[in-house]
């Protein structure tokens, strides 16, 4: 535990909004009076009517969570309107292409809200109403953001769906939230080369009923296929249609919108998020967490189908009334400076990415990077899986040159927003260590017994209290979100990670203690892949786990069993790897698929998934106990067999 510690940068101490007595007093403050904490806070937003309470939520027996229930709002107004009247001009968006040959683009405050009240009087005339479920599948072009805030605007919910996910994947979320609309692009740009977003659309509604309209923003050349009656083209529809749409004011607790992730268990779950808890929440910790100024220019990488492109690309920037960058393409389009390239050429102050960017890009050397000149750069910060020492320190001294802080914010798409970060101005940081708790968040770290730990020490990290960020159900099914994450540890909340924290009171979070894998900073269920495997007609058995992946942080290897008859191939493997691909989709693509004829078994059927998990890592002479195995055998032609370097 006696990992280096870096001071705060002078400079980042100098102007912060937040130094480190006031997070002392603040945060005690936010536990000790809570409610008056919360109520203060709630200053952040414009309120149709002011809540006059704050927390009112039980973790048990039942769980129920609300928070500033009977405050009414529209987050929309929050994040465009307030500040189309207060700063008109300042910029809200830039968006920066994949192509940095084609013209980018820039919205002021005053713009964006023309752009996103005329998007909601589109979706109105298309039958659109406050509650409807609308399923957004497109690519990171300004209209995501539009189409996200046209729907709190007028209190529709959204369900964006990533657009690197299959058709099928896309078919089971349509279904699952029962959307009847869909937002999407004729085609999607990323690295040079096209994603057929549109074709993807009509492959997944061949196979459902749901979908009444499809709306399609023209990316491309605007040749997609349409279908009479179903699908219409944004220019087309939004001809004509005036800019004058009214905010529609919501209850606090009015679901905002659902987003789907993986669990341990069975198909990904929508998660629920509400208006006034999760509009606070991103704001308050956006402001705190990167040290929010005025003039800041804030680029956030994250695509929006993901949580982070919720928090800090649609809602938190905005909600502060910030100037952000949006970015079509990928780090290393047309070369590997791109992200460089783009903080020079916009003067970018806080850059937030994912860890295995910073790898990937950390591989080529230093020399991309010094190519361009970085001092706008004041805060850099990380997100999405555990970020290794080696590339903390490359981010921070080569990226950073050592001059500015890094932040390392641990959250979830069921936190809402960060939980677990150091605040620039005001505290020393350590590699590979997220830090200390937002204001009002309470985690304890439990064995697996569910007793608590004091001090320095390692367990399964809970949350003690309700936030205001917090997910409110699982879509449809609430004994799940019951059951995923309050019956593990009675009366907490449980993340699925585990966690050390060291004598000040620091949260390093050792990775996920469940079924869930983390590749690229992508939260994948094992389970989802196996049963993905199991539906090619070839496969008996699969069984998936993950192992350590010098970029991706996690790699996928899948063990498979096929039926009998079938032949262990080359081209099976290949075959199946598709086969996932098309089933969820690329962000799923198996590293390695080890065909096998038997997977080691207890006595009683149960695959040992601990012995595959160690073989995948390579790590055969700690395999444990073996005793229990109904074929010992299996394992050392496992080991001889085994995939990868
Ligand atoms: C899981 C949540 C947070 C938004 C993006 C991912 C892992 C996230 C960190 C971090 C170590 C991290 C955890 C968590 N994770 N941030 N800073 N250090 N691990 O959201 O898809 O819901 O995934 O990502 O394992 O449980 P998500």
Redesign the pocket.
């Known amino acids: 535990m006696s990992d280096p510690v870096i001071p705060v940068p002078p400079t980042a101490a100098k102007d912060t909004n937040c130094s480190a007595s006031d997070y002392r007093d603040l945060y005690n403050h936010s536990l000790e009076k809570s409610e008056r904490f919360w109520l203060d806070q709630a200053d952040r937003l414009d309120w149709i009517k002011r809540p006059t309470v704050a927390g009112n939520w039980s973790y048990a027996p039942k769980v129920d969570i609300k928070w500033f229930e009977d405050g009414q709002l529209n987050a929309c107004w929050n994040c465009v309107d307030r500040h189309a009247v207060a700063t008109p001009d300042k910029t809200a968006l830039i968006f920066e292409p994949d192509d940095p040959a084609s013209d980018g683009r820039r919205f002021t405050y005053a713009q964006l809200k023309d752009e996103v009240a005329r998007f909601a009087n589109v979706m109105k005339t298309l039958g659109v109403a406050r509650g409807d479920r609308v399923t957004i599948y497109m690519p990171m072009v300004p209209e995501a953001v539009f189409a996200m805030l046209a729907c709190a605007r007028i209190g529709a919910v959204h369900s964006v769906v990533f657009g690197g996910f299959s058709p099928h994947a896309l078919r089971d979320r349509i279904e699952d939230c029962e959307s009847d609309f869909l937002v999407t692009a004729d085609i999607g740009k990323r690295g040079g080369k096209t994603v057929p977003l549109k074709q993807n659309v009509d492959a997944a509604l061949s196979e459902t009923p749901r979908v009444k309209s499809v709306l399609v923003v023209q990316v491309g050349d605007g040749s997609a296929a349409m279908t009479d009656g179903r699908d219409h083209w944004l220019h087309d529809v939004s001809a004509g249609v005036d800019n004058d749409c009214p905010c529609a004011p919501m209850e606090a607790e009015d679901p905002l919108f659902i987003l789907y992730?993986s669990g341990s268990t069975g198909k990904p779950k929508g998660v629920l998020h509400t208006t006034g808890g999760y509009l606070l929440w991103t704001a308050m910790t956006f402001a705190y967490g990167f040290d929010h100024r005025d003039d800041d220019l804030f680029f956030c990488t994250a695509d929006v189908g993901?949580?982070?492109g919720h928090s800090y690309v649609a809602y938190g920037p905005l909600a502060n009334g910030a100037t952000q960058l949006i970015f079509e393409g990928v780090p290393n389009y047309p070369a590997n400076d791109r992200f460089w390239q783009i903080v020079e050429k916009h003067g970018v102050t806080i850059l937030y990415t994912a860890p295995t960017a910073i790898r990937a890009l950390m591989a080529d050397g230093d020399a991309p990077v010094k190519k361009h000149d970085r001092s706008s750069l004041r805060l850099l910060g990380?997100?999405?899986?555990?970020?290794n020492p080696e590339a903390w320190r490359w981010y921070s001294d080569t990226v950073g040159e050592g001059r500015v802080p890094v932040v390392?914010?641990?959250?979830?798409?069921?936190t809402g927003g960060i939980m677990l970060t150091t605040l620039p101005g005001a505290h020393d940081m350590k590699p590979g260590w997220?830090g200390l708790p937002m204001f009002g968040i309470e985690p304890l770290l439990v064995d697996n017994d569910g007793k608590p730990l004091e001090g320095a020490a390692e367990g399964n990290l809970c949350i003690r209290r309700s936030w205001p960020g917090q997910a409110r159900t699982v879509y449809g099914n609430h004994a799940r979100f019951e059951q995923t994450y309050f019956s593990t540890y009675e009366g907490l909340y449980f993340?699925?990670?585990g966690a050390k924290r060291d004598e000040h009171g620091y949260y390093r979070?050792t990775?996920?203690v469940d079924d869930v894998l983390?590749v690229s900073?992508h939260?994948m269920g094992t389970a989802e892949i196996e049963s993905a495997l199991v539906l090619h007609p070839d496969v008996a058995e699969a069984a998936v786990v993950g192992f350590p992946h010098s970029v991706k942080g996690q790699g996928i290897y899948c063990y498979v069993t096929p039926n009998a008859g079938v032949d262990i191939s080359e081209e099976l493997e290949q075959t199946l790897r598709q086969h996932v691909r098309s089933e969820i989709g690329p962000v799923a693509t198996p590293d390695h698929i080890h065909l096998t004829r038997a997977l080691p078994k207890t006595r009683s059927g149960k695959i040992m998934r601990r012995i595959l998990r160690k073989i995948a890592e390579n790590e055969t002479s700690s395999l444990g106990d073996t005793s229990t195995l109904a074929d010992p055998e299996v394992v050392d032609a496992l080991i001889a067999g085994r995939k990868g370097d």
């Open positions: 992730t993901w949580i982070t990380t997100v999405g899986e555990p970020i390392d914010t641990w959250w979830q798409t069921e997220a993340s699925g990670d979070i990775g996920r983390n900073g939260r």
